[in-house]
């Protein structure tokens, strides 16, 4: 049952609720200190571009930047770079701060629910237990254990606050809660591109949950209150886009970004709902299964069901959290990878979001029922060995993430070719290139005879150890053909024709590396090609 004193310590205190996120969420994730790099992007945001990240100086060129500091790119995220670069400053290439960084996010995004919640009218303690459960699930260990995913995080963190200070102004009219949410809100469009979609679930929350108009005198003033909100987002979406328009000009085409990706892309909706509601299968790079897609489907239409079983006055609540769902669920499925069907189908992290709506959803539903009959008595007996099993479920997931062979050998559990690829990358580097090429056919065969440039680049490496110029080539050239934009690819290549006494070949590469953002091609340029010039 719900303990009596329990319910009067949330009556009385805000502060153990508080601590109790704080160490639980430790407790799970307080492992994440001692991980290395997956060689999942980490390593080509971080360690491969350390030399622009390390150097505080480089901060107002990283605003100018894409998520992985190349001068051009798919995603801008220059909130992103700026805190990866504060972290640089402190554990420079180890990753312990990184990931200090994504926990200590995670915890005050747990802390800003369980206020929210409330503002939404939830009772403490159910807006504890939900908070608990948003801290404890196993579905986001990918956010706290993968350092790149630090853009979910930051976004899911700065729209929960973007909420709360819009109420705050509504309740006090203070105008100081004006400005913090306008700063607030331009943090949080350059953080991720989702932050453009916010206007409409505010616009929701501020006419259906913060006010009521029963005349039309009054909804027209209740709408000149918005318009100084309005002049701002607009402003700073505008900014955005502008800046974002030079980043990523000419890099992405009807085949990456557009409605034919969303359909491919679409089974990822269902396939996260069931993640939630049961845990299973979660990967660090997971493709499409039947069982996810039917179940996510299934519990969309209850969750709808159960939603319009509500008076309509009472239906404004979970209405919203069903529209943030599919607010920031479905525009990120307009984009996909040109190797997505044999890299991964959709990634765990982008959930962290969109999974907030669910949360709100449970929070109304079983906000009527903690304290009344049959809930109140039992409720307890099941939440805490459910909370227990998905700590456990969480903590193993997170642990994925630990290093690169923890990593793919996650992946590899389901079949997944990109998981070799990303093996035989770790491999590379020790040297054992007998199964970097064992593990790149092992990724051919399952991609039915497809290649990638990584996968080409790491065979091209291999080669190149192996001393076979001919096929080192080979493959380093089909890696260029596949992706002309590889600057990794022209970087290494570059490094193969060094070895092989093409000197001016090299620095020719090393240029278009150069040229394509990869910035460690300074040292190898200014110790060999000075004297070409």
Same mark, same amino acid.
């Given at each position: 049952?719900?303990?009596?004193?329990?319910?009067?310590? @949330?009556?009385?205190?805000?502060?153990?609720?508080?601590?109790?996120?704080?160490?639980?969420?430790?407790? !799970?994730?307080?492992?994440?200190?001692?991980?290395?790099? /997956?060689?999942?992007?980490?390593?080509?945001?971080?360690?491969?571009?350390?030399?622009?990240?390390?150097?505080?100086? #480089?901060?107002?060129?990283?605003?100018?930047?894409?998520?992985? +500091?190349?001068? %051009?790119?798919?995603?801008?995220?220059?909130?992103?770079?700026?805190?990866?670069?504060?972290?640089?400053?402190?554990?420079?290439?180890?990753?312990?701060?990184?990931?200090?960084?994504?926990?200590?996010?995670?915890?005050?995004?747990?802390? *800003?629910?369980?206020?929210?919640? $409330?503002?939404?009218?939830?009772?403490?303690?159910?807006?504890?237990?939900?908070?608990?459960?948003?801290?404890? %699930?196993?579905?986001?260990?990918?956010?706290?254990?993968?350092?790149?995913?630090?853009?979910?995080?930051?976004?899911?963190?700065?729209?929960?606050?973007?909420?709360?200070?819009?109420?705050?102004?509504?309740?006090? /009219?203070?105008?100081?809660?004006?400005?913090?949410?306008?700063?607030?809100? +331009?943090?949080?469009?350059?953080?991720?591109?989702?932050?453009?979609?916010?206007?409409?679930?505010?616009?929701?929350?501020?006419?259906?949950?913060?006010?009521?108009?029963?005349?039309?005198?009054?909804?027209?003033? !209740?709408?000149?209150?918005?318009?100084? +909100?309005?002049?701002?987002?607009?402003?700073?979406?505008?900014?955005?886009?502008?800046?974002?328009?030079?980043?990523?000009?000419?890099?992405?085409?009807?085949?990456?970004?557009?409605?034919?990706?969303?359909?491919?892309?679409?089974?990822?909706?269902?396939?996260?709902?069931?993640?939630?509601?049961?845990?299973?299968?979660?990967?660090?790079?997971?493709?499409?299964?039947?069982?996810?897609?039917?179940?996510?489907?299934?519990? @969309?239409?209850?969750?709808?069901?159960?939603?319009?079983?509500?008076?309509? *006055?009472?239906?404004?609540?979970?209405?919203?959290?069903?529209?943030?769902?599919?607010?920031?669920?479905?525009?990120?499925?307009?984009?996909? =990878?040109?190797?997505?069907?044999?890299?991964?189908?959709?990634?765990?992290?982008?959930?962290?979001?969109?999974?907030?709506?669910?949360?709100?959803?449970?929070?109304?539903?079983?906000?009527?029922? !903690?304290?009344?009959?049959?809930?109140?008595?039992?409720?307890?007996?099941?939440?805490?060995?459910?909370?227990? =099993?998905?700590?456990?479920?969480?903590?193993?997931?997170? #642990?994925?993430?630990?290093?690169?062979?923890?990593?793919?050998?996650?992946?590899?559990?389901?079949?997944?070719?990109?998981?070799? !690829?990303?093996?035989?990358?770790?491999?590379?580097?020790?040297?054992?290139?007998? #199964?970097?090429?064992?593990?790149?056919?092992? *990724?051919?065969?399952?991609?039915?005879?497809? @290649?990638?440039?990584?996968?080409?680049?790491?065979?091209? $490496?291999?080669?190149?150890?192996?001393?076979?110029?001919?096929?080192?080539?080979?493959?380093?050239?089909?890696?260029?053909?596949?992706?002309?934009?590889?600057?990794?690819?022209?970087? $290494?290549?570059?490094?193969?024709?060094?070895?092989?006494?093409?000197?001016?070949?090299?620095?020719?590469?090393?240029?278009?590396?150069?040229?394509?953002?990869?910035?460690?091609?300074?040292?190898?340029?200014?110790?060999?090609?000075?004297?070409?010039?």
């Amino acid at each position: 049952m719900t303990h009596p004193i329990l319910n009067d310590s @949330f009556k009385s205190s805000k502060g153990w609720p508080i601590l109790l996120l704080i160490l639980i969420s430790f407790i !799970i994730h307080s492992q994440v200190l001692h991980f290395t790099y /997956t060689n999942f992007d980490d390593n080509k945001i971080i360690r491969d571009k350390f030399a622009f990240v390390g150097d505080i100086k #480089n901060a107002h060129s990283a605003i100018l930047r894409d998520a992985f +500091f190349n001068a %051009h790119g798919s995603f801008y995220r220059p909130v992103q770079n700026l805190s990866f670069m504060l972290d640089a400053q402190i554990s420079r290439q180890k990753l312990w701060m990184f990931h200090l960084s994504n926990l200590l996010i995670h915890i005050l995004a747990c802390i *800003a629910l369980y206020f929210f919640l $409330q503002m939404l009218h939830l009772k403490k303690i159910t807006a504890f237990y939900m908070s608990v459960l948003f801290a404890v %699930h196993p579905l986001f260990a990918s956010d706290i254990g993968w350092v790149p995913s630090r853009g979910d995080l930051l976004i899911g963190l700065e729209c929960i606050l973007l909420f709360m200070s819009l109420h705050q102004y509504f309740s006090t /009219t203070k105008i100081k809660w004006f400005f913090i949410h306008s700063g607030i809100f +331009f943090i949080t469009v350059f953080t991720k591109e989702t932050g453009i979609l916010l206007p409409i679930l505010l616009l929701y929350y501020y006419f259906f949950l913060l006010q009521s108009a029963p005349v039309f005198a009054a909804k027209k003033e !209740i709408l000149k209150k918005s318009i100084p +909100f309005l002049i701002s987002w607009c402003i700073s979406i505008l900014f955005f886009l502008c800046i974002r328009k030079i980043i990523t000009a000419g890099i992405n085409t009807a085949d990456t970004v557009g409605f034919i990706p969303f359909l491919k892309n679409i089974y990822s909706i269902p396939s996260v709902l069931c993640k939630f509601f049961l845990p299973a299968n979660l990967s660090t790079l997971p493709l499409f299964d039947p069982t996810s897609i039917i179940g996510g489907v299934i519990l @969309f239409i209850l969750i709808v069901y159960r939603i319009c079983k509500y008076q309509p *006055a009472k239906r404004k609540i979970p209405l919203f959290g069903l529209t943030w769902f599919l607010l920031f669920i479905i525009p990120p499925g307009f984009y996909r =990878l040109r190797n997505t069907d044999v890299f991964f189908n959709y990634l765990e992290h982008r959930s962290y979001l969109p999974i907030i709506g669910i949360i709100i959803i449970l929070g109304f539903l079983l906000n009527d029922y !903690i304290e009344t009959g049959f809930i109140k008595k039992y409720f307890i007996y099941v939440y805490t060995p459910v909370v227990l =099993l998905l700590g456990i479920l969480s903590y193993i997931h997170c #642990n994925d993430y630990r290093n690169t062979i923890n990593f793919a050998s996650a992946a590899i559990k389901q079949n997944n070719p990109s998981a070799f !690829i990303a093996k035989a990358g770790y491999l590379l580097s020790l040297g054992d290139t007998t #199964n970097v090429i064992g593990d790149c056919r092992k *990724a051919i065969i399952l991609m039915n005879g497809r @290649f990638t440039p990584a996968l080409c680049n790491n065979l091209g $490496q291999a080669y190149c150890k192996l001393n076979e110029p001919d096929s080192a080539f080979k493959y380093f050239d089909k890696a260029i053909e596949l992706d002309k934009n590889f600057a990794y690819g022209y970087y $290494q290549r570059g490094i193969a024709k060094l070895k092989f006494k093409d000197t001016s070949a090299a620095c020719a590469d090393w240029e278009k590396a150069s040229v394509l953002g990869y910035t460690d091609t300074t040292g190898m340029c200014i110790k060999y090609c000075s004297n070409l010039r």
